[in-house]
């Protein structure tokens, strides 16, 4: 399917992906999992979560293959691949033609938002993702977001919106403070209300410009300056929005990520309410308060360790993190 591996795609903590060609001629992506711990729950886990999807913004599985330890997972072709190459470009090389426009982020932004919807009111089973991240919205011809990678999702009952786990799950900068704080609140749909309001930030620009790679702290995520800015009117994104139209945008999707991160999790809206809000009258929406500045101290002193420019995926085991189930 792939001619012995010969184009790699990309490269993450699960292992690689490939660009393959089924005997029809459709292209695919074939995603090979390295060796995972236990019995490999984690490729059971996608498979479990991602079978019971079918929607425009989330990748399609088309099939897998389990031989012995060999593992792989065979997906619809993306040929734009995933968000953060063309985040990189767009704060990187502004005059690329290959960057994004306002338009193309903002209709990112929104139909990111539906998928996380529709994984949480559509199926017949909930799935909490739990590493919503840049690297893991892929985008296709025409730039329309497909939420992928469900290695960490958590399956819940439609009645439940509150799941137990026993490890905190995620990427350092995207985790909800309540995965590794059980006295902040409990984990939910709302944990990846939280991932998304960073991705937010990511997208207009208003977080990896100013942030250090090699001091990932909580701080650095909640600056003054973001507020700053939308009370004195300036530009905000990587290049400062142009246009009326472009600075209304980065306005809109600033504000609706900082209410995305929100320390506590009752203080944030309902990825639906976050549709509402990304869709409706920018003059309705009002500044949210500054969360509280929060670090967690186990993901601050491995962050120097366990954190790159790719924002590798940590895993941490911790007996504490323990959450019953509502």
């Given amino acids: 399917m792939t001619k012995s591996f010969q184009v790699k795609l990309g490269q993450g903590g699960y292992g690689a992906v490939y660009k393959g060609e089924l005997l029809n001629g459709c292209p695919v992506a074939v995603k090979l999992l390295k060796s995972s711990k236990g019995n490999g729950e984690d490729f059971i886990n996608e498979v479990a979560s991602i079978s019971k999807t079918s929607h425009i913004n989330v990748v399609t599985l088309l099939g897998f293959c389990l031989e012995g330890q060999k593992k792989a997972l065979i997906y619809e072709f993306m040929s734009n691949g995933s968000l953060d190459k063309f985040i990189n470009q767009n704060r990187e090389d502004k005059t690329s033609s290959s960057s994004l426009t306002w338009e193309n982020l903002y209709e990112i932004a929104i139909g990111t938002a539906r998928g996380l919807e529709y994984l949480y009111r559509g199926c017949n089973t909930r799935i909490l993702h739990f590493d919503i991240k840049p690297h893991n919205i892929l985008l296709d011809e025409g730039f329309c977001p497909k939420i992928s990678d469900f290695g960490l999702a958590k399956l819940c009952p439609r009645k439940e919106s509150i799941v137990s786990i026993s490890e905190a799950r995620g990427t350092i900068g995207y985790l909800a403070p309540e995965v590794w704080n059980r006295n902040i609140g409990r984990v939910s749909h709302k944990s990846d209300v939280f991932s998304y309001g960073m991705l937010l930030l990511d997208m207009v620009g208003e977080r990896k ?108 085991e911790s007996s504490s993190l323990m959450l019953e189930t509502h």
């Fill in 209 to 316: 410009d100013n942030m250090n790679v090699e001091d990932r702290t909580t701080e650095i995520y909640f600056p003054d300056w973001i507020y700053d800015k939308l009370e004195e009117g300036g530009k905000l994104g990587h290049d400062g929005a142009n246009t009326m139209e472009e600075n209304d945008i980065a306005r809109r999707m600033t504000i609706v990520g900082l209410w995305c991160i929100q320390t506590f999790p009752t203080q944030r809206p309902t990825i639906s309410r976050v549709i509402e809000m990304l869709e409706g009258s920018l003059d309705s929406l009002e500044t949210p308060p500054k969360p509280a500045v929060l670090s967690p101290p186990r993901l601050e002193q491995e962050s120097s360790a366990t954190c790159n420019a790719n924002s590798e995926d940590v895993d941490l």
